[in-house]
Nanobody
Framework: QVQLVESGGGLVQPGGSLRLSCAVSRIIFNIFSMGWYRQAPGKQRELVAGITSSGSTNYVDSVKGRFTISRDNAKNTVYLQMNSLKPEDTGVYYC????????????WGQGTQVTVSS
């Protein structure tokens, strides 16, 4: 069974930093594109950052220059470094894995809560 396990969430003050990790098991990690999504209370889930199997990245405009997505194929792990956090970054952050060869192979983690508040 494929598993995506997120960690690193928590409570942080505005302007602070957090680093999220997503450890993936039971897939050929290096042929999957990875993404971090977030869902704020009362809002739809949105893509925050994505990284392809070849390492190309994309970000939602609201986090450009503050968040960095990266992956370590040797560790089957994707990261999201979040700096200069704002209250509007609050939400549940989910890790997603999607196969480059079969888009129906789509997996989600259980989510980790990020709260930015003073």
């Amino acid at each position: 069974q494929v598993q995506l396990v997120e960690s690193g969430g928590g409570l942080v003050q505005p302007g602070g930093s957090l680093r999220l990790s997503c450890a993936v098991s039971r897939i050929i990690f290096n042929i999957f594109s990875m993404g971090w999504y977030r869902q704020a209370p009362g809002k739809q889930r949105e893509l925050v950052a994505g990284i392809t199997s070849s390492g190309s990245t994309n970000y939602v405009d609201s986090v450009k220059g503050r968040f960095t997505i990266s992956r370590d194929n040797a560790k089957n792990t994707v990261y999201l470094q979040m700096n200069s956090l704002k209250p509007e970054d609050t939400g549940v952050y989910y890790c997603n894995a999607n196969s480059d060869y079969n888009r129906n192979l789509d997996y989600w983690g259980q989510g980790t809560q990020v709260t930015v508040s003073s």
